[in-house]
């Protein structure tokens, strides 16, 4: 039998389903599985694929053209090193291993030096679709050496989504800067399936039936709003619960789970003083969410307003609309900006326009509005912050008034919009000349002698004052 182009260990619903789409390329793959029966009994079901199962690592190997191209696609963290430790002695200089989970970027640095002095050759590549996008091209975004990315391109180009006959993959810069792009674009997947959340509890509170929801998401798509999350937000409002007869949406538990990217990106933002209050927000949502059982007990003490939401149903899904598209925009600037600071830190050289354009189709975030976000930095690489480009600030200038109507109106009846709010908090931080940090650096100076800068001097003169003692 010949040789295998491509190599995949890892049989779960990822590794499945990239491999049937690699096959589907022309490509011949071989596959391996720690649990062997996972794998015998997955290739069995596809007879007429080039699909080689093996049952050892050492037949695996062997049975791959050189230079050998293994992805692994199996649990993050420790399984990915147990995987590379019981490969190196098998492979050959110059193999090239693709680590294709959701690994921590500093792991993959890590495993990028580690292969490196070993004579092999590293790629970090997050991959984003999920089982979809998987088989019928997801979002790729590989870190690693140019050299290597080179090799790997036709592969990734073939397998990847398009967008107007672009790739949705390019190669994002060395090192772990792959699997970095890949955290924060799922920090922003939280934020924008929070926000979604937010605008379905301010419709639920104000009488929308599952029908309406479905179709007020299902209109949004066919708008600027359009986005996968959007689109299956209103399939889901659809879904029907086959015991109850009701919508499905209202018998699932509200308690949300989740894998650590979301927080790995707060992390990363707190060390590099970056602000990403949205995604923060969307992240301890989810904390708050799983605290079910302490939320049933306080909702027995702590009050709330009785206020019902008197807007008028049209009226209130422009409102929300703009609000949603507002901190949509705001969870955006965030977390560019946190790419764009890890990206000069590290110097991976990153092109924010790019890394835009391959989440335009494939994964998750996939939206229309990221071809404006794109546009945006091939106009201006240099954009200090997403707001600022004239598209964004018009948006924003035009649903301002709307967002904080809905945020006061969420206020008053008591529904918590944690990343509404936190979205509005930072635009309006951000767009003051004047913030009250003058009253902040004066206590810091009263009880630290940390001194102040002074309005009618020149930055960089510092300045103490003696302060009155306080008794007691
Ligand atoms: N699921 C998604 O939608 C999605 C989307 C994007 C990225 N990802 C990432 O892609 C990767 C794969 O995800 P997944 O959901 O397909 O699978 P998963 O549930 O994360 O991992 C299961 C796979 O890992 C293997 N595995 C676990 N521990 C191992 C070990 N110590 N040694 C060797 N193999 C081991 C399992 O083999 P056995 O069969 O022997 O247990 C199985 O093939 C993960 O990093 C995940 O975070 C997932």
């Not at 939280?190 to 639920?204: N, P, R, T, V, W």
């Not at 598209?325 to 900006?337: E, V």
């Amino acid at each position: 039998m010949s040789k295998s182009d491509f190599g995949l260990i890892g049989l779960a619903v990822m590794g499945q389903n990239l491999v049937l789409n690699v096959e589907s390329r022309g490509f011949q793959v071989s596959v391996y599985n720690r649990t062997t029966s996972v794998m015998s009994d997955w290739v069995a079901k596809h007879p007429d694929k080039k699909i080689v199962g093996e049952v050892t690592l050492e037949g695996f190997v062997e049975s791959l053209a050189s230079p050998r191209k293994i992805m692994i696609m199996v649990k993050a963290g420790g399984p990915v090193d147990k995987v590379i430790e019981s490969l190196i002695p098998l492979l050959d200089e110059g193999d090239i291993i693709i680590d294709g989970g959701n690994s921590l970027y500093t792991d993959t640095e890590r495993r990028d030096k580690w292969l490196g002095d070993l004579g092999f050759r590293f790629i970090g590549a997050g991959v984003s679709g999920g089982e979809e996008g998987a088989r019928k091209g997801p979002s790729i975004m590989p870190g690693g050496p140019v050299s290597t990315w080179d090799v790997m391109k036709p592969i990734f180009e073939s397998i990847s989504a398009k967008v107007d006959g672009e790739p949705c993959v390019t190669h994002i810069g060395t090192g772990g800067a792959g699997h970095y792009v890949k955290m924060i674009h799922n920090g922003i997947e939280y934020g924008d399936m929070q926000l979604i959340c937010e605008a379905y509890s301010i419709f639920k509170k104000a009488g929308f039936t599952p029908a309406e929801l479905a179709k007020v998401f299902t209109d949004w798509n066919d708008g600027d709003l359009e986005s996968y999350l959007i689109q299956i937000t209103a399939k889901i409002f659809e879904q029907k619960d086959p015991e109850t007869g009701g919508a499905l949406v209202d018998m699932v538990l509200d308690t949300a789970g989740q894998k650590g990217t979301g927080r790995w990106t707060l992390i990363n933002a707190v060390e590099n003083a970056v602000v990403i209050s949205t995604i923060n927000a969307a992240v301890e949502a989810r904390i708050l969410s799983s605290m079910k059982d302490k939320r049933v007990e306080a909702s027995k003490f702590l009050k709330g307003p009785e206020v019902e939401i008197s807007t008028e149903k049209a009226e209130l899904v422009k409102k929300v609309h703009d609000a949603l598209f507002a901190s949509k925009i705001i969870s955006y600037a965030q977390g560019l900006d946190l790419i764009a600071t890890m990206g000069a830190e590290k110097d991976w050289g990153l092109d924010l326009g790019q890394i835009a354009a391959i989440w335009r189709g494939g994964c998750i975030i996939r939206a229309r509005f990221l071809n404006d976000i794109t546009d945006a930095y091939r106009k201006d690489p240099e954009l200090s912050n997403l707001m600022l480009a004239p598209f964004f600030t018009g948006l924003l200038n035009e649903f301002q008034q709307n967002w904080r109507e809905v945020v006061s109106i969420a206020s008053l009846a008591g529904i918590p919009v944690p990343a509404f709010s936190a979205s509005l908090g930072y635009y309006d931080s951000y767009r003051s000349a004047v913030l009250p940090a003058n009253l902040l650096q004066s206590q810091r100076d009263f009880f630290g002698a940390h001194t102040y800068e002074r309005t009618d001097k020149p930055r960089g003169e510092f300045f103490h004052t003696e302060w009155p003692e306080v008794i007691g």
